[in-house]
């Protein structure tokens, strides 16, 4: 029972689980170092007793922003990526709490807008709300910004994806968004969730993963296409300048192969949330290699199949959503 109830638990987690021309960075090698250190608030051992903003925002350049979730608001502590471009402002992701007296991510979206406006003057900015994929840790504050204005929000399910992003091949193919001056490369990449997607910012040399690939134990739904994806992944990273692959948790601790459980929400001593391209290759390799769905360790990540009762309780609560 223990057992089942765990699994129960480690589904329902899985499910719940500039307006100036951006010129490239010359300084983008010491601004990774410095994503790589750094340490995001990362919860409490009595959060009652938590003074930690709700969401902790890290300013990577003037167009580029991460943040994250407080673990005492949700043990998930999802991150979200806020990249601007002369005409539009992409949310890569809306966090695991709906309400926005708790959780204002709207509103802290809002001021960074209107710091860059007042910056260089351009207020004409449109919001367009994305997602990784449709896990409802990453969009429960899609509500925050439903009904505001200049806001565009392509919900995280296959009609909706496939009719903004024109993918005429799902999982084939990619998709291009323009932000204004900052053209964004965007992929299906399924296994994790149905309909996983990837981004790519030619500006940072960031690839986005979001539950498909992060330091976590990252939970694999359908194996096949999870392969494929991680391969697709591999060949774009070989092909293109990819500075940080970046997810959307952080579950690994700091030691080698070490990790947190699920449902923490004190972690002290976390893993960065900075993968490479290195990995995501080490990745692609010991997948081909598999005949058959099997855990995966690396010191950074790990990766396991789902078991068939953790399939039937993901389906059961993606039919809920739907
Ligand atoms: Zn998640
Ligand atoms: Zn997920």
């Given at each position: 029972?223990?057992?089942?109830?765990?699994?129960?638990?480690?589904?329902?987690s899985?499910?719940?689980?500039?307006?100036?021309?951006?010129?490239?960075?010359?300084?983008?090698?010491?601004?990774?170092?410095?994503?790589?250190?750094?340490?995001?608030?990362?919860?409490s051992?009595?959060c009652?007793?938590?003074?930690?903003?709700?969401?902790?925002?890290?300013?990577?350049?003037?167009?580029?922003?991460?943040?994250?979730?407080?673990?005492?608001?949700?043990?998930?502590?999802?991150?979200m990526?806020?990249?601007?471009?002369?005409?539009?402002?992409?949310?890569?992701?809306?966090?695991?709490?709906?309400?926005?007296?708790?959780?204002?991510?709207?509103?802290?979206?809002?001021?960074?807008?209107?710091?860059?406006?007042?910056?260089?003057?351009?207020?004409?900015?449109?919001?367009?709300?994305?997602?990784?994929?449709?896990?409802?840790?990453?969009?429960?504050?899609?509500?925050?910004?439903?009904?505001?204005?200049?806001?565009?929000?392509?919900?995280?399910?296959?009609?909706?994806?496939?009719?903004?992003?024109g993918?005429?091949?799902?999982?084939?193919?990619?998709?291009?968004?323009?932000?204004?001056?900052?053209?964004?490369?965007?992929?299906?990449?399924?296994?994790?969730?149905?309909?996983?997607?990837?981004v790519?910012?030619?500006?940072?040399?960031?690839?986005?993963?979001?539950?498909?690939?992060?330091?976590?134990?990252?939970?694999?739904?359908?194996?096949?296409?999870?392969?494929?994806?991680?391969?697709?992944?591999?060949?774009?990273?070989?092909?293109?300048?990819?500075?940080?692959?970046?997810?959307?948790?952080?579950?690994?601790?700091?030691?080698?192969?070490?990790?947190?459980?699920?449902?923490?929400?004190?972690?002290?001593?976390?893993?960065?949330?900075?993968?490479?391209?290195?990995?995501?290759?080490?990745?692609?390799?010991?997948?081909?290699?598999?005949?058959?769905?099997?855990?995966?360790?690396?010191?950074?990540?790990?990766?396991?199949?789902?078991?068939?009762f953790?399939?039937?309780?993901?389906?059961?609560?993606?039919?809920?959503?739907n």
């Amino acid at each position: 029972m223990r057992q089942l109830l765990l699994s129960a638990l480690l589904v329902i987690s899985t499910d719940l689980c500039a307006a100036q021309t951006i010129a490239a960075s010359d300084q983008s090698f010491s601004s990774i170092v410095q994503l790589q250190q750094k340490k995001w608030i990362h919860g409490s051992e009595d959060c009652a007793s938590n003074k930690d903003p709700a969401i902790d925002v890290y300013r990577y350049d003037q167009s580029s922003y991460i943040l994250r979730q407080n673990k005492c608001l949700s043990y998930e502590a999802p991150f979200m990526y806020v990249l601007f471009g002369e005409e539009k402002v992409l949310v890569l992701d809306t966090g695991a709490t709906e309400s926005e007296s708790e959780f204002p991510l709207y509103q802290t979206v809002r001021s960074l807008i209107d710091q860059q406006s007042a910056q260089d003057g351009n207020t004409e900015r449109e919001l367009l709300v994305l997602h990784t994929h449709g896990h409802s840790d990453h969009f429960k504050g899609d509500s925050q910004f439903a009904g505001k204005p200049n806001v565009t929000i392509v919900n995280p399910d296959a009609d909706s994806i496939v009719q903004f992003f024109g993918f005429s091949n799902w999982p084939e193919g990619e998709a291009r968004v323009e932000l204004g001056g900052r053209a964004l490369t965007v992929f299906p990449t399924p296994g994790h969730q149905e309909e996983a997607l990837s981004v790519y910012d030619p500006h940072t040399k960031w690839l986005l993963t979001g539950d498909t690939f992060y330091p976590g134990y990252i939970y694999v739904k359908v194996w096949k296409d999870y392969r494929n994806s991680i391969a697709r992944l591999a060949a774009f990273s070989a092909t293109h300048e990819v500075d940080a692959v970046l997810g959307s948790h952080i579950e690994m601790m700091n030691k080698a192969g070490k990790y947190y459980t699920i449902g923490t929400i004190y972690q002290p001593d976390e893993a960065s949330l900075v993968l490479s391209p290195e990995q995501l290759a080490a990745l692609n390799s010991r997948l081909s290699k598999l005949k058959r769905p099997k855990k995966v360790k690396e010191d950074g990540f790990i990766v396991a199949p789902m078991s068939f009762f953790q399939k039937k309780l993901s389906n059961m609560v993606r039919w809920i959503n739907n």
